[in-house]
């Protein structure tokens, strides 16, 4: 287990079924704690909205971050467009641009529900706003979304990332509803006519050679109930990995190692 890598889909807020994934391997011990070691975790976002148990989720990665941590172990998140939601309700309540309904309408027609933003507290909203947007682990590239609206925010994995951040420090309303008009973009990569070429551009710009990426379940994107998903899938030439398990649609789940 030391030095492996594993990823996890979209767990939107459903407790039980990630304590399950991580205890079938060995990441945390039948009292729910961190067994890993120095294995290195990565959820590729989207850890709240459409379950039951969305701030229970964030509080247990939380932890688990921290105890991971004290025995060279790694835990982390990738920002997803459902993290981005939340924060923006919190943040700009019913507040509208103009370019779509308000925020907080806008979170709940995504699977937000009202009862979490009273739970979240300042350590929840200043962890959610660290959570980096991208993520490279040797030659895999890590991005929430399956869409190239990132090279917009800057010209590498670096900068794209600080510029999310210095967003989050800032009200700019605009901005925000911006962001989460980009993040509604999906199946780029598997486009019939373009996929190649923006795969091509997009690893040019950020670096790696693989796209791991969550976002759109993977019964969207191959047809069939999402029940009969038990792993990744892989496209456009093994250049693409798809980890969007679909655990909201009855997926029971799956944690991919790299």
């Keep these: 287990m030391a030095g492996s890598t594993y990823v996890v889909g979209d767990i939107h807020g459903h407790l039980r079924v990630l304590e399950r994934l991580l205890q079938q391997a060995h990441l945390i011990d ?26 229970a989720v964030v509080d247990f990665v939380m932890r688990l971050q921290a105890e991971a941590v004290l025995v060279g172990g790694s835990v982390d998140s990738l920002l997803g467009n459902h993290e981005l939601l939340m924060l923006a309700a919190y943040r700009f309540g019913r507040r ?35 959570r980096p947007p991208l993520a490279r682990i040797g030659n895999d590239l890590l991005v929430h979304a399956d869409a190239t609206f990132y090279t917009r925010y800057g010209n590498s994995l670096t900068s794209v990332n600080d510029t999310f951040r210095n967003l989050f420090k800032h009200s700019d309303a605009l901005a925000w509803e911006e962001l989460i008009e980009a993040f509604s973009m999906r199946g780029v990569f598997i486009n019939t006519y373009a996929g190649e070429e923006f795969i091509d551009r997009f690893l040019t710009i950020l670096g790696g050679r693989r796209i791991i990426h969550g976002h759109t379940p993977i019964s969207t994107m191959i047809g069939g109930p999402a029940r009969k998903v038990t792993e990744p899938y892989t496209y456009a030439n093994g250049r693409c990995l798809n980890v969007d398990g679909g655990i909201y649609l009855g997926s029971s789940g799956f944690i991919h190692t790299l």
């Design 30 to 55: 039948d009292t729910l704690h961190w067994s890993g070691g120095e294995a290195v975790l990565w959820f590729i976002g989207d850890l709240v909205d459409r379950g039951p148990d969305s701030i």
């Design 96 to 130: 509208s641009t103009g370019l779509s309904s308000n925020f907080i309408i806008r979170w709940r027609r995504n699977g937000g529900m009202k009862s979490d933003l009273g739970k979240l507290t300042k350590e929840h909203l200043a962890w959610f706003a660290e």
